[in-house]
């Protein structure tokens, strides 16, 4: 074989992508395995525009893949990085009921973390919070102690090179444009290179629906592009936060509402928000492709979603534009933070995967086709999960793929 014929190539080196790719050398090291990215660097976008946060698995619906990927994830990511000298910290977590019709919800989060089998999961009361977390709000939180801080840039850079030094192939500046078949194989055509390979793993992200659209496989899902805008906070004032503070989230939405992120460099984050992207890889407010904007707004999906979240849209946008509102979402949850300690801006963008009917795709989306499969929806957890979905997409690629 060649250096441009493999067995299976693994179309993006996101984390989810490198972590599916170091696994398969591991599991099969007789398999020549390639992975292509468009980009000069691995985790250029999802993995390394996130929140940085190992989350535990409060938040997911018992029996949802989120729940048991997020679960075991979350271990089986600290024992690599303990292996691997990856920097991560348990620092643990709020989620904090500041008015009293909160509390319900925060109950029934309690309920389902402790359904997903998360360990150490408290409710507390003010003065235990205050104790935690003396600017914080809140008349009762969630205690989660198995929710930690890392660099996933970090972590992916790991299993890349895990995987190259398991001889496996990794393609930079490869922008998967076309893809046909010829015999058995399937003939990826990039800017610079013909790659051939008996079978493709498809985990593109913010472009996967477009890569199974090109493979001849189309599930009605499409990726709708949302920023998360969020603030750093200035440095002489990032001490009012210890750890991580999130707010009770909204259950219909799959976002968890603004919240203060420490990471694992020391610096704190506010946000992010979730506003409607015109561009896939849309990181400032004016960013627009046209191809992308045409994309969403020509799929009917995206305007019966629409129609069902427009309240929660609107609302979004406007904070967005709007500093002030943003600073009172903070202020909710920490009531002296002020609109001088909101500095340099960042944000990152998430594949929203949403169906014809315009639901927004909740839980991972994983999906065997011809020759292929395609990584349609991994929303967060899945940086924390990279590692158990990397393995379930070996073992669907074992039999799918009769290896
Ligand atoms: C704002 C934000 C905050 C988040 N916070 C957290 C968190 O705290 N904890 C957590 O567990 N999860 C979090 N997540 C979710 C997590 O980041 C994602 O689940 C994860 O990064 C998805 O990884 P991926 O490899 O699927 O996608 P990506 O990282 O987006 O990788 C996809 C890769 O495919 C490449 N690609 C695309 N098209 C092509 C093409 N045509 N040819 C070649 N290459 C191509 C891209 O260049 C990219 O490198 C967050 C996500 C966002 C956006």
């Not at 189309?218 to 969020?230: H, K, L, N, T």
């Not at 994309?295 to 967005?320: D, I």
């Not at 999960?385 to 070996?394: A, C, D, F, N, P």
Request: proline letters at 4%; glycine letters at 8%; a neutral charge.
């Amino acid at each position: 074989m060649n250096k441009s014929n493999y067995d299976i190539a693994v179309i993006g080196a996101g984390i989810i992508g490198l972590a599916t790719a170091m696994q398969l050398t591991i599991k099969f090291p007789l398999l020549k395995i390639a992975v292509l990215d468009k980009e000069t660097v691995t985790a250029e976008h999802q993995t390394g525009h996130n929140s940085g946060v190992i989350h535990a698995g409060i938040y997911y619906k018992p029996g949802s893949a989120k729940a048991s990927f997020c679960y075991t994830g979350n271990q089986e990511l600290r024992k690599f990085c303990d292996e691997n000298s990856v920097p991560y910290k348990m620092c643990g977590k709020l989620v904090i009921a500041v008015n009293k019709h909160e509390i319900p919800m925060l109950e029934e989060l309690h309920k389902r973390g402790t359904a997903n089998g998360v360990e150490g999961l408290q409710i507390i009361g003010k003065d235990e919070l205050r104790e935690k977390e003396p600017n914080a709000a809140g008349l009762k939180a969630i205690w989660s102690p198995n929710t930690g801080i890392i660099d996933y840039k970090k972590v992916t850079e790991s299993y890349a090179d895990i995987f190259t030094k398991n001889e496996g192939d990794l393609h930079l500046n490869s922008k998967v444009k076309a893809i046909t078949r010829e015999n058995k194989m399937v003939v990826l055509e990039t800017e610079n290179k013909t790659i051939k390979s008996k079978y493709v793993i498809n985990c593109a992200g913010l472009h996967a629906d477009q890569i199974a659209k090109l493979m001849g496989h189309d599930s009605g899902i499409r990726i709708v592009p949302f920023r998360g805008e969020y603030y750093s906070i200035d440095k002489d004032r990032k001490n009012m936060i210890n750890g991580l503070i999130y707010p009770v989230p909204d259950p219909s939405m799959p976002f968890l509402g603004v919240h203060f992120t420490t990471r694992i460099d020391g610096t704190v984050e506010a946000g992010p928000n979730a506003v409607l992207a015109f561009a896939r890889e849309g990181y400032s407010k004016f960013a627009f492709n046209l191809k992308d904007a045409f994309n969403t707004v020509s799929f009917p999906g995206f305007w019966k979603m629409s129609a069902k979240h427009w309240k929660t849209g609107f609302e979004e946008q406007y904070r967005s534009i709007n500093k002030n509102s943003f600073l009172k979402s903070l202020q909710y949850l920490v009531p002296d933070i002020k609109m001088s300690d909101l500095t340099e801006p960042g944000s990152g963008v998430r594949a929203q995967a949403v169906d014809m009917a315009g639901n927004l795709l909740q839980d991972f989306s994983i999906i065997e086709a011809d020759k292929a499969i395609h990584v349609l929806s991994a929303p967060s957890p899945g940086a924390t999960s990279s590692l158990t979905i990397g393995r379930h997409i070996v073992d669907l690629a074992q039999k799918n793929f009769e290896l």
